[in-house]
C-alpha cells in the first residue's frame, strides 16, 4: 500500500497508472513535505468564520475518535461543525464510547448535506461508502490505502499509520490545542482499536501518539468503554447459553437459538474460554437465514481457521486464526436441518467425524 506513495506521478495526463487522479496524488505529495504545523495551518486555511462544516464518519472508534477531534480544531474558527455517520452503530462499545464520552453524532440521512459550505470525511474515502459518493468534500483525511473517482482540495491520506486518530493527534499537537479528558480518551482508545494493541498495523508515529495521550487520559472510562460488550437484553443469552451447553472432553458447545446481533455469540464464546481446561469453545446461533459458528480455541495443537473451514468451508464463508475463527452458513446450503428446531446436539454432530 504504502508504495505508491513513492512512485513518480505522470503529469502529462489526468490519471496515474494506479488510476489515483493527478490532483490527489500532488495534494498527498504536497501535505507529505510540510511539517505538522504547516499541515495545521495549511488545513486550517480551509476553512472562514462563516462555514457550516460536516464531518463524515462511517462511525466505529478511531473514526468517532478522529472526527471528534477534526470538530475540536474547528470549533472556534467555523459558526458550525457537525459530525454524521450512515451506518447503524451496533457494537455496543461503541454505544458505550459515543455515550460515555458524549461525542455528538447525528445520522447522516437526518442532515440536509446542501446546508453546509465545507464538508471533510475521515477514517474514510469518498469512494468508500455509496452515501459519501454524492458529496463533494473539501478535506480528505485517512489512513486506508488510497482509492480513485475522487477529488478533493486538502487530501491527507497516510496508508502506513495505524490509525487516523494518531495523524489528528499530531495536528492537535502542532496547532497548540488543549485536549480535553475525553478527547485524549477518544483518540487512546483509537489508536488501541486500529492497531489492535499495536499487534496489527503501526508506525511509529502511533505509538508516540499514544503516549503523549497516556498522560490525559481517564483510566475509569477507557476501562468501562472497553469491557461494556453486552446489552441488558442480551444478558438472558448467558442464561441460554448455560441452559444449552453440551460439554465433552474438553469441549463446550452451545446453539443459543435465534439472536438479535450475532457479536453476543462472540461475548459469550470468549467468557466460555476462560474456563480451565477447555481447549475448544463452539456457540453457534441463527442471525436471519444464517447459522453463524464463532469457534475458539487455546491455540496449542488446535487451529480453529483450519477447523471452520474443513467443517463449514464447502456450505459457507469460514475462517480465521488459530485461536479464533467463525462461520456464516446460509441454512438453505443445509437441506437436513430444520433451523427451527436445530440445537446444541445438531452442533455437535458437524464435529462428529472431524473432532475425535
Ligand atoms: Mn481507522
Known amino acids: 500500500m504504502a508504495s505508491e506513495n513513492g512512485?513518480?506521478?505522470?503529469?502529462?495526463?489526468?490519471?496515474?497508472?494506479?488510476?489515483v487522479d493527478v490532483s490527489v496524488s500532488n495534494s498527498i505529495k504536497a501535505l507529505r513535505r510540510l511539517s505538522n504545523k504547516?499541515?495545521?495551518?495549511?488545513?486550517?486555511?480551509?476553512?472562514?468564520?462563516?462555514?457550516?462544516?460536516?464531518?463524515?464518519?462511517?462511525?466505529?472508534?478511531?473514526?468517532?475518535?478522529?472526527?471528534?477531534?477534526?470538530?475540536?480544531?474547528?470549533?472556534?474558527?467555523?459558526?458550525?461543525?457537525?459530525?454524521?455517520?450512515?451506518?447503524?452503530?451496533k457494537r455496543v462499545n461503541n454505544l458505550a464510547m459515543r455515550d460515555l464520552l458524549k461525542i455528538p453524532l447525528v445520522r447522516l440521512k437526518n442532515v440536509k448535506v446542501d446546508e453546509f459550505t465545507k464538508k471533510i470525511v475521515v477514517d474514510s474515502q469518498p469512494s468508500h461508502h455509496p452515501d459519501f459518493q454524492k458529496i463533494e468534500f473539501d478535506a480528505v483525511i485517512d489512513h486506508h490505502p488510497l482509492t480513485t473517482g475522487w477529488a478533493a482540495n486538502f487530501v491527507d491520506v497516510r496508508p502506513e499509520y495505524g490509525a487516523v486518530s494518531s495523524m489528528i493527534t499530531e495536528y492537535l499537537k502542532a496547532g497548540g490545542i488543549k485536549l480535553s479528558v475525553a478527547l485524549s480518551t477518544a483518540l487512546f482508545y483509537g489508536i488501541k482499536v486500529d492497531t489492535q494493541n499495536f499487534t496489527a498495523k503501526t508506525t511509529y508515529a502511533d505509538v508516540l501518539c499514544f503516549q503523549f495521550l497516556f498522560k490525559h487520559i481517564n483510566h475509569n472510562l477507557l476501562k468501562k468503554i472497553e469491557t461494556a460488550d453486552i446489552r441488558r437484553s442480551e444478558l438472558k443469552y448467558f442464561k441460554i447459553a448455560f441452559d444449552a451447553m453440551?460439554?465433552?472432553?474438553?469441549?463446550?458447545y452451545a446453539h443459543l437459538g435465534r439472536v438479535g446481533n450475532p457479536d453476543i455469540l462472540v461475548v459469550v464464546a470468549d467468557f466460555l474460554t476462560h474456563v480451565h481446561e477447555i481447549g475448544w469453545v463452539i456457540i453457534s446461533g441463527q442471525y436471519g437465514e444464517k447459522l453463524i459458528v464463532i469457534f475458539r480455541s487455546d491455540g496449542y495443537k488446535k487451529d480453529a481457521g483450519k477447523l471452520a473451514q474443513k467443517v463449514f468451508g464447502k456450505v459457507g464463508s469460514a475462517g480465521g486464526h488459530r485461536q479464533s475463527a467463525r462461520a456464516e452458513v446460509p441454512f438453505k446450503n443445509l437441506p437436513d436441518i430444520d433451523p427451527k428446531t436445530f440445537d446444541t446436539k445438531g452442533l455437535q454432530k458437524f464435529f462428529k467425524s472431524v473432532l475425535k
Open 7 to 19: 512512485k513518480k506521478s505522470n503529469q502529462s495526463v489526468h490519471t496515474e497508472k494506479n488510476g
Open 38 to 89: 504547516e499541515r495545521f495551518r495549511s488545513f486550517c486555511q480551509l476553512f472562514s468564520r462563516e462555514d457550516r462544516v460536516l464531518i463524515t464518519i462511517v462511525a466505529d472508534p478511531d473514526s468517532m475518535a478522529s472526527a471528534m477531534a477534526v470538530k475540536r480544531i474547528l470549533s472556534r474558527r467555523v459558526q458550525e461543525v457537525v459530525i454524521a455517520h450512515p451506518n447503524n452503530i
Open 246 to 252: 453440551k460439554m465433552s472432553k474438553n469441549r463446550i
